[in-house]
């Protein structure tokens, strides 16, 4: 028997999002954003094992999006999509998830702890709170970034600058880090900047710190 609520999900998914509406569901999704901050302290535990939640986390989430497009829902996991989801994901497949879980595995995967680290948090703080910053404060849209703004910009230099003074003790290293993470973080690339931030920051980290 058919679900009923299914058609009301793709309806809420579906509908225009009004400014309230939308920054609602940046919140949401940036908090679970943020939550990937915690790669790095369970990867100091066990490396293998982190990798491989993530994995499954992943693979469950594709699965739970899978049934959602088709009317079916997976308990919390339909519902949290529908409310995260943006206006470009109405009616389709939505990415965001499996990009950050992605970009988090290969940030522990090719690189050393620290710039695995770094990678990470520039993931989580840089872009998320980028995001954030951008739809709550109204400051002017950089030209050639589809959309991004001074605000969301000065955000992610902040958050990775502060990550980094911690991770590596050298002001000069925090600042070409967190430069180049914000340069990453405007590149126009949609949900793939989860994949094109930690791989590209964690890169410069490694050269930097050569561990």
Not at 92 to 99: K, M, R
Not at 183 to 196: G, K, Q, S, W
Request: charged share 15%.
């Amino acid at each position: 028997m058919a679900n009923p609520a299914a058609p009301v999900r793709h309806l809420v998914l579906s509908r225009p999002q009004t400014t309230v509406d939308t920054l609602r569901g940046e919140i949401v999704r940036k908090g679970l954003h943020l939550l990937i901050a915690l790669v790095p302290m369970l990867a100091s535990f066990n490396l293998s094992a982190t990798v491989a939640l993530l994995a499954t986390g992943t693979l469950f989430y594709v699965f739970a999006e899978k049934m959602r497009i088709t009317g079916r829902t997976v308990f919390i996991v339909s519902d949290l999509t529908v409310l995260a989801s943006r206006e470009r994901d109405r009616g389709h497949f939505v990415i965001g998830p499996v990009t950050l879980g992605l970009g988090a595995m290969l940030a522990l995967l090719l690189y050393p702890s620290t710039a695995a680290a770094i990678a990470v948090y520039a993931l989580a703080f840089g872009d998320g709170l980028a995001s954030l910053a951008g739809k709550m404060f109204h400051t002017p849209r950089i030209p050639g970034t589809r959309g991004k703004t001074v605000a969301g910009s000065l955000a992610c230099f902040a958050a990775v600058l502060l990550s980094c003074l911690r991770l590596t003790g050298s002001p000069w290293k925090a600042l070409l880090l967190a430069l180049a993470a914000t340069a990453l973080e405007m590149i126009p690339v949609r949900d793939f900047d989860n994949l094109l931030l930690p791989v590209g920051t964690g890169f410069l980290a490694t050269q930097l710190l050569g561990r």
